[in-house]
C-alpha cells in the first residue's frame, strides 16, 4: 500500500512558478510516479512522469509536449519526495494537479496514461490568473 501526499498548489500569475510536492509513504520502493492533471469539462491530462526508485533515485522522465521546456520533475530521497517544478505558466495550466504511483513495470507501456497507475493522490489545485 502506498499513500500519496500532495502540496503547494495555489495561485498565480501568468508567466509565473509554482513547485508541486508528492510525498509517498508505504512499502512499494520502485516504480512510476506520475503528475496528471485535471480541469473542469475537461478530460484528465498527463503531465510528466518518471521512473522512480526510492532508493537509487529516478532514472527516465516523461513530459507531455504541453509541459515540455516548462515543468521539471526532481526527488528527494530522503523524504520520499517528487517535486514538479512548474515554469512560465499559462491559464491553461489551470487544473487540479495529481500525483500518482504504480509499482513494478507498466501494464500498457506508457507512463503518461493515467490508467498505468493504481495509487493517486488527494490533488491540489493550481490555478493560473492572466
Known amino acids: 500500500q502506498v499513500q500519496l501526499v500532495e502540496s503547494g498548489g495555489g495561485s498565480v500569475q501568468a508567466g509565473g512558478s509554482r513547485r508541486l510536492s508528492c510525498e509517498a509513504s508505504?512499502?512499494?520502493?520502485?516504480?512510476?510516479m506520475g503528475w496528471f492533471r485535471h480541469a473542469a469539462v475537461k478530460a484528465t491530462e498527463a503531465v510528466a512522469a518518471?521512473?522512480?526508485?526510492?532508493?537509487?533515485?529516478?532514472?527516465?522522465?516523461y513530459y507531455a509536449d504541453s509541459v515540455k521546456g516548462r515543468f521539471t520533475m526532481s526527488q528527494d530521497h530522503a523524504t520520499n519526495t517528487l517535486y514538479l517544478k512548474m515554469n512560465s505558466l499559462k491559464p491553461e495550466d489551470t487544473a487540479m494537479y495529481y500525483c500518482a504511483f504504480r509499482d513494478g513495470g507498466l501494464r500498457y507501456g506508457d507512463p503518461l496514461r493515467s490508467d498505468e497507475y493504481k495509487y493517486w493522490g488527494q490533488g491540489t489545485q493550481v490555478t493560473v490568473s492572466s
Open positions: 518518471i521512473s522512480i526508485s526510492f532508493y537509487t533515485g529516478g532514472r527516465m522522465s
Open positions: 508505504g512499502n512499494s520502493y520502485s516504480g512510476y
